[in-house]
């Protein structure tokens, strides 16, 4: 658990939760960051719904409790009066590791096979509670968006020696989260980054697979993993719909408010808009760019067998003209082999070399026709 109280100008990490129930114990232009595990979260819950009801008046709704806790949930958005919850999902390890059990008992899903690019393709839910006064997120158990977040608030937001601000009010507004849905957008920001980052790999892989499905000099055998691209492909396209739809949902219930009557509240309210538009913006960008890959990987299918099937009409059309060549040779050999007592030639003493000749001479025609005919021409 990592507790994080976040004003405009400094940001502190507090080591517990049970100080900040005190009244006044976070200060009043202020709010909290509370960045849990599922398994934290399951065991501190009554804490944390304690802590949420002295600074918010409320606590979460027990169905909510129990999507932030659902580790196969979808992204998805849903909301009340006094907070908002968002479910979205990132990309697990790389390695496989920190793989969470899925929700009653079951064992926990085994490592996706094939290259190391794919067995990236594998994600587990973020959910966000976004009160007036807090944000509650709960993560996998790396944690490791919410470390790497934590590290870039603290260092945007960690005072110099003498006990300063380490930038001006101004400057360092602009670098700390302003409320808990700016730093909320931040975060899936965060999150959203590894999925650009991901489909360069993957780029390159299929691309590395298309170079050898298009040269018809190659044997491809890797079918099984192409296969595997191709569906996580089409998971990865159904996990940025289900993004989409729930930034898409976050976006409709913001201009669904009443519009703030002060300058600073007002303009609070644009910069979240554009941060959400700007998210929203990201997320098809990854879903334009997968179903350019899917595209190109049943194109790729397309031009390998449309390949093999032009170098087998060249190996058929070769064949053809052998045949077609010899055909006359085979002829004029089984006109001599017939069992005939006078045939012509066959009782002369150069009748063999006659008939020798005159096959040489059919073959050379043949092919020479055959070559001005361009059947025996090579396909580049």
Not at 8 to 23: F, G, K, N
Request: charged share 25%; proline share 5%.
């Amino acid at each position: 658990m990592r507790i994080f109280e976040i004003n405009r100008s400094q940001v502190s990490e507090h080591s517990a939760l049970t100080p900040l129930t005190v009244p006044g114990a976070c200060g009043a232009g202020g709010y909290l960051w509370i960045s849990l595990t599922r398994e934290e979260f399951r065991t501190s819950l009554a804490e944390v719904q304690q802590i949420l009801q002295t600074l918010c008046l409320t606590q979460l709704v027990d169905l909510h409790v129990a999507d932030l806790l659902n580790d196969q949930l979808p992204s998805h958005y849903d909301y009340t009066s006094q907070y908002d919850v968002l479910v979205f999902r990132r990309l697990a390890n790389g390695n496989g590791q920190g793989q969470e059990a899925p929700a009653g008992g079951a064992a926990p899903r085994l490592p996706r096979s094939g290259p190391p690019v794919l067995r990236r393709v594998d994600t587990r839910p973020v959910g966000f509670a976004a009160f007036d006064r807090v944000l509650l997120s709960v993560h996998p158990e790396d944690g490791a968006v919410r470390d790497a977040f934590a590290a870039r608030l603290l260092a945007a937001g960690s005072p110099d020696d003498r006990g300063a601000p380490a930038l001006d009010v101004r400057a360092t507004s602009s670098r700390v989260p302003a409320s808990p849905s700016d730093l909320m957008l931040r975060v899936i920001n965060q999150i959203v980054d590894g999925y650009l980052d991901l489909r360069r790999e993957l780029t390159k892989q299929l691309d590395h697979w298309q170079t050898e499905l298009i040269d018809p000099r190659s044997r491809f055998t890797n079918w099984g993993a192409l296969m595997e691209a191709r569906q996580s492909l089409h998971h990865l396209d159904e996990i940025c719909e289900d993004q989409r739809a729930a930034m898409q949902d976050w976006i409709d219930s913001l201009e669904t408010l009443p519009v703030p009557k002060g300058e600073t509240e007002r303009r609070e309210r644009e910069l979240i808009m554009i941060r959400s538009r700007d998210v929203l913006e990201h997320i098809e960008r990854v879903v334009h760019h997968v179903h350019r890959l899917e595209q190109n990987a049943e194109t790729a299918v397309q031009m390998h067998f449309s390949v093999q099937g032009h170098r087998a009409n060249d190996i058929m059309r070769v064949l053809t003209v052998l045949t077609a060549v010899f055909l006359p040779l085979n002829l004029i050999a089984g006109i001599f082999g017939m069992n005939f007592e006078f045939i012509p030639l066959v009782h002369k003493a150069d009748g063999f070399w006659i008939a020798m000749t005159s096959m040489l001479v059919i073959a050379v025609l043949l092919v020479l026709i055959f070559w001005r005919k361009r059947y025996l021409a090579r396909t580049r």
